[in-house]
């Protein structure tokens, strides 16, 4: 069973930075999506950021030039760098693991979407 550990998350002032991290554990195919995603109250969850483990990276356009995605050294681990905070970037931040479709031989195999429980960003003086 894959299970998805964040930590980082924070009371900071706006114009502050903070690092989330997240780490994979369990039985995880190679080939994969690892990104955040976050929820402001009210509001519905939207994508971050993510990072295909080719390297390939996607960022919401509110976050360009201010969040950085990357990967570890450790396999399956992936943080987000985020510098220049504002207070509308307040929310439940959540790691995503998204495993596509493929086949095992003859065998389909459904791709999958794995989430971590969320950590809480507060932006605010």
């Known amino acids: 069973q894959v299970q998805l550990v964040e930590s980082g998350g924070g009371l900071v002032q706006p114009g502050g930075s903070l690092t989330l991290s997240c780490a994979a554990s369990?039985?995880?195919?190679?080939?994969?999506?690892m990104g955040w995603f976050r929820q402001a109250p009210g509001k519905e969850r939207e994508l971050v950021a993510s990072?295909?483990?080719?390297?390939?990276?996607n960022y919401t356009r509110s976050v360009q030039g201010r969040f950085t995605i990357s990967r570890g050294n450790a396999k399956n681990t992936v943080f987000l760098r985020m510098n220049s905070l504002k207070p509308e970037d307040t929310a439940v931040y959540y790691c995503?693991?998204?495993?596509?479709?493929?086949?095992?031989?003859?065998?389909?195999?459904?791709?999958?979407?794995?989430w971590g429980d969320g950590t809480l960003v507060t932006v605010s003086s």
């Open positions: 995503n693991l998204n495993i596509p479709p493929r086949y095992i031989g003859s065998t389909y195999k459904a791709g999958m979407d794995y």
């Open positions: 369990g039985s995880v195919f190679s080939i994969n999506t």
């Open positions: 990072v295909t483990s080719g390297g390939s990276t």
